[in-house]
């Protein structure tokens, strides 16, 4: 069984950084794309950014320059590394394997002075 667990999330100030984790157990990482997404409230659910297991980024256009995504294959562990934060940006965020669409339950990000 797959487990997601993501950490990080919190209250920032605008212009802030956080940096978000997701942890995977129960399968081999390193050869499944991950991806991070966001829900804010009242919204549908949307893609923030993916990595493909040989590194390969893309990212929304509204992250796109602020928000980078890595992977450490050696912690099983997805990054979400999230700069120039805006108000627009609080959401909870999702940790996502596409095969097999695993979901974590998510970590709680708040841009606000």
């Known amino acids: 069984q797959v487990q997601l667990v993501e950490s990080g999330g919190g209250l920032v100030q605008p212009g802030g950084s956080l940096r978000l984790s997701c942890v995977a157990s129960?399968?081999?990482?390193?050869?499944?794309?991950m991806g991070w997404y966001r829900q804010a409230s009242g919204k549908q659910r949307e893609l923030v950014a993916v990595i493909s297991s040989d590194g390969t980024q893309n990212y929304a256009d509204s992250v796109n320059g602020r928000f980078t995504i890595s992977r450490d294959n050696a912690k099983n562990t997805v990054y979400l590394q999230m700069n120039s934060l805006k108000p627009e940006d609080t959401a909870v965020y999702y940790c996502?394997?596409?095969?097999?669409?695993?979901w974590g339950k998510g970590t709680l990000v708040t841009v606000s002075s």
């Open positions: 129960g399968s081999i990482f390193r050869i499944y794309a």
């Open positions: 996502h394997r596409p095969f097999g669409d695993y």
